[in-house]
């Protein structure tokens, strides 16, 4: 079935240096949409990235990531880690379960941002 | 715009007592809702999904169920909570482009 797996568990970066979350997916969906969701402590999941078209990158709050069918990835990127970037990131794809479509999340990976 | 609001916003049950969490929307004619849950420490996962009223179907089968009563409300329930029921319950609904935006949640401890 489908499928999402992220960078596991903790990253913790020194403010200032790049990000970079990995995640890979399986689809037997041709045309799939996939998220990045950023889930600050005490607030519920918030969308950060979305993309369904190939090789274009996509970029919001100084994040970015690009939709690759070649790799089936979709890396979430920054170029200089700030302490609000601390949260849990899930990356999550909208697949098909027979006749549902449902976004199927990956584990989550926390980034800590240290001074 | 549209808002999400989720009830109560955390809750301490025993073991065997009835359970009902409720989501509303303001703002969306006929949204496709749906329920979330994450265990502590776990992933999120799809419980139900409904499109319209008195139209609910079932992702996960954890001893719950969900209603849809009204058009822009969401209701999750059981008769007899478990220990394995703690957790993290999200009401969300969907865009068109797929994107789905999350409620407030509701904290929920069986003890």
């Known amino acids: 079935g489908d499928s999402v797996t992220q960078t596991e568990g903790l990253v913790t970066l020194t403010e200032g240096l790049p990000v970079m979350l990995n995640c890979t997916y399986q689809?037997?969906?041709?045309?799939?949409?996939l998220f990045w969701y950023v889930h600050y402590l005490n607030e519920s999941p918030r969308l950060l990235l979305k993309?369904?078209?190939?090789?274009k990158r996509t970029e919001h709050q100084g994040f970015h990531a690009t939709l690759h069918k070649s790799s089936s990835s979709f890396h979430l990127q920054k170029s200089s880690a700030q302490l609000s970037d601390s949260a849990l990131y899930y990356c999550?794809?909208?697949?098909?379960?027979?006749?549902?479509?449902?976004?199927?999340f990956g584990l989550g990976t926390t980034l800590q941002v240290q001074p | 715009a549209q808002t999400i609001h989720q009830w109560p916003v955390a809750e301490i049950k025993a073991v065997g007592s009835p359970l009902s969490l409720g989501c509303t929307i303001k703002?969306?004619?006929?949204?496709?809702l749906y329920w979330y849950w994450q265990a502590t420490g776990g992933t999120l996962q799809q419980l139900f999904y409904?499109?319209?009223?008195?139209?609910v179907e079932s992702v996960v089968q954890l001893n719950l169920s969900a209603s849809r009563p009204k058009d822009d409300q969401f209701i999750l329930s059981t008769e007899k909570l478990l220990l394995s029921h703690s957790g993290f319950y999200l009401c969300?609904?969907?865009?068109?482009?797929?994107?789905?935006?999350f409620g407030p949640g509701t904290r929920l401890t069986v003890l």
């Open positions: 969300a609904w969907r865009t068109g482009g797929y994107e789905q935006y």
């Open positions: 689809t037997i969906y041709s045309n799939p949409f």
């Open positions: 993309s369904s078209t190939d090789n």
């Open positions: 999550a794809l909208t697949g098909i379960t027979g006749n549902t479509r449902k976004l199927i």
């Open positions: 703002g969306k004619s006929s949204p496709n």
């Open positions: 409904s499109i319209t009223v008195g139209q």
